[in-house]
C-alpha cells in the first residue's frame, strides 16, 4: 500500500498570502494524484488531477505541480473561503486508494 | 442537476450490519465508478472500495475484505454498500463518491454524496 504524507499538518497564512501545501508519496505514482478541499460538515471538494489540472470551476488561484513522488498544493493568495483542511490522493494503477493525512490551512 | 444521493443516517449495535445507499440523478451512471470512502469524525478519509456497475465486480482495500460488500443496481442507478460485524470503531461518515473517467476504477472522485452517519453504539 503507498502511503501519503503530507506537510505541514496545520499552516497558518494572512488573506491574500500565498499558500504551499506538500504532498509525497512512499513510491512513484506517476502524475496519478488528485487535491481535495474539506470544509467543516461537507464532503470533499475535487481541486486538482492529474497532478496538475484544475476540475471544473475551480478558481485559477489553485495550481497543483510535481510527478513521481512529490507534489506541492499552491494556493497564490488566499481566500477567506479557502481556510480548510486539504487532501492528497493517489490513484495510480492498483488499488487501495490512499489519501494523506490532510493539511489544515488557518486564518493567521 | 449531477448528484449523488446517500440514504440517511443510521444507529446500529455491535456485531450488526449496516447498508448504505447513493443514488445517482442528472449523471450516467453504469459506466463510472462508484467508491466508498469512509471519515471517522476528526480524522482523515480512508477508501474502502469501489465498483464499476457495468461490470458488477466490487473491489475492495484489503482491511475491510470479509466485512464489505460494495453491489450497483443499473436499473435504479443506485450503489449500495454494506458493512458486517460492526464495532465501535465504525463509527463515521460513510461517503460515495464517482471517479472522472468512463471505466476507471482508478481515478480522482470529481462527485461525492452528502455523507451518511453511522454510529455504532451498544
Known amino acids: 500500500e503507498i502511503v501519503m504524507t503530507q506537510s505541514p499538518a496545520t499552516l497558518s497564512v494572512s488573506p491574500g498570502e500565498r499558500a504551499t501545501l506538500s504532498c509525497r508519496a512512499s513510491q512513484n505514482i506517476g502524475s496519478n494524484l488528485a487535491w481535495y478541499q474539506q470544509k467543516p460538515d461537507q464532503p470533499p471538494r475535487l481541486l486538482i488531477f492529474?497532478?496538475?489540472t484544475r476540475a471544473t470551476a475551480i478558481p485559477t488561484r489553485f495550481s497543483g505541480s510535481g510527478s513521481g513522488t512529490d507534489f506541492t498544493l499552491t494556493i497564490s493568495s488566499l481566500q477567506s473561503e479557502d481556510f480548510a483542511v486539504y487532501y492528497c490522493?493517489?490513484?495510480?494503477?492498483?488499488?487501495?486508494?490512499?489519501f494523506g493525512q490532510g493539511t489544515k490551512v488557518e486564518i493567521k | 442537476q449531477v448528484q449523488l444521493v446517500q440514504s440517511g443516517a443510521e444507529v446500529k449495535k455491535p456485531g450488526s450490519s449496516v447498508k448504505v445507499s447513493c443514488k445517482a440523478s442528472g449523471v450516467t451512471f453504469s459506466s463510472y465508478a462508484i467508491s466508498w470512502v469512509r471519515q471517522v469524525p476528526g480524522q482523515g478519509l480512508e477508501w474502502m472500495g469501489g465498483?464499476?456497475?457495468?461490470?458488477?465486480?466490487?473491489n475492495y482495500r484489503q482491511k475491510f475484505q470479509g466485512r464489505v460488500t460494495i453491489t450497483a443496481d443499473t436499473s435504479t442507478s443506485t450503489a449500495y454498500m454494506e458493512l458486517s460485524s460492526l464495532s465501535s470503531e465504525d463509527t463515521a461518515m460513510y461517503y460515495c463518491?464517482?471517479?472522472?473517467?468512463?471505466?476507471?476504477?482508478?481515478?480522482?472522485?470529481?462527485?461525492w454524496g452528502q455523507g451518511t452517519m453511522v454510529t455504532v453504539s451498544s
Open positions: 492529474g497532478a496538475s
Open positions: 463518491a464517482r471517479g472522472m473517467r468512463r471505466g476507471y476504477l482508478d481515478d480522482a472522485f470529481d462527485i
Open positions: 490522493q493517489h490513484y495510480n494503477n492498483w488499488p487501495p486508494w490512499t
Open positions: 465498483i464499476i456497475p457495468m461490470f458488477g465486480k466490487g
